[in-house]
């Protein structure tokens, strides 16, 4: 483990990606004056999770077991979109909102569910053994594989988190929502569960990770002790997929419900003015 983390590389372009990000949105806030600094914590939390998740050794560790690899695409799918989007401020979506309804007006819009459905279709896929072997045997396909998914997360997150209420679903839309997440989510998590029970699955991601590494192909198991890369290795995996993609719903679900709110009468005092 502590071999991986030294010989493991860092994004140093994301790195300065991420500087200047976090930079610009001071800059950003300072100049604005806005009032909610929490807005700040999230949009720059979810930044720099980003950055360790794929930019830093980390993202070698996630090769080691189902479990580490289902905690990361956790951080990655569930955790990171939702909390970039709740860090923009209300007064940016109002500012922007028009501009994207000018531009895609006439153009084919990608609606959340449709976003949530193909999202969990191409997960689902990505996770099936033959599948996952081969993507993972080409690094530039398996980037833009993972690249898709996490743009597709955005706008699958946009109904729960959306502070603009005249952009967001009603209470009861989100509700359905919430739980059409949940269901299509949980297949992958099953697979693993079930794959673990029947022990039949291997890691596909060990061998690229210990040749890029110089280590035996069967090392694994001088890295991590048991239970990891077995069976209960593959059924935790699923459950800690489950556990964190539930635990993310119920917060973004109710930080986004207080946002809503507010933004409820934000837009109302707009009406009454007009």
């Known amino acids: 483990m502590i071999s991986i983390l030294l010989l493991g590389s ?6 300065i990606i991420c500087i200047g990000v976090t930079i610009l949105s001071i800059i950003f806030i300072l100049l604005k004056k806005l009032d909610k600094p929490f807005n700040l914590i999230y949009f720059l939390g979810g930044i720099w999770l980003l950055f360790f998740t794929i930019g ?15 905690i990361q695409m956790s951080f990655l799918f569930f955790i990171i979109p939702p909390l970039i989007l709740l860090g923009i401020p209300q007064r940016c979506y109002d500012q922007i909102s028009p501009f994207i309804k000018k531009t895609y007006r006439f153009r084919f819009q990608l609606s959340p569910q449709m976003a949530l459905t193909m999202f969990a279709l191409f997960f689902f896929l990505y996770h099936l053994p033959f599948i996952l072997t081969i993507i993972s045997a080409n690094p530039l396909i398996q980037k833009g594989y993972l690249t898709i998914l996490f743009l597709l997360t955005f706008r699958m997150w946009w109904p729960i988190v959306a502070p603009n209420i005249a952009v967001s679903d009603s209470n009861e839309k989100r509700k359905k929502f919430i739980r059409d997440s949940s269901l299509y989510i949980m297949p992958a998590c099953l697979m693993f569960i079930i794959a673990g029970f029947l022990d039949g699955m291997s890691n596909p991601f060990f061998g690229q990770i210990a040749t890029h ?4 192909a069967d090392g694994t198991v001088e890295i991590l002790p048991s239970p990891f890369n077995t069976k209960y290795d593959q059924i935790s995996a699923g459950v800690f997929m489950l556990g964190i ?5 119920m917060f973004t679900n109710r930080i986004g419900f ?11 005092q707009k009406k009454d003015e007009k």
Not at 10 to 15: K, P, R, S, V
Not at 59 to 64: H, R, T, W
Not at 213 to 216: E, N, V
Not at 245 to 249: D, E
Request: proline share 5%; with cysteine.
């Open 10 to 15: 860092w994004n140093i372009l994301l790195l």
């Open 56 to 70: 830093s050794p980390i993202l070698a560790i996630s090769y080691l077991s189902f479990s580490f690899h289902m």
């Open 213 to 216: 590494l110089c280590l035996p």
């Open 245 to 249: 993609h539930k635990m993310v719903l």
């Open 258 to 268: 207080k946002m809503n709110g507010t933004g409820q009468k934000v837009y109302q």
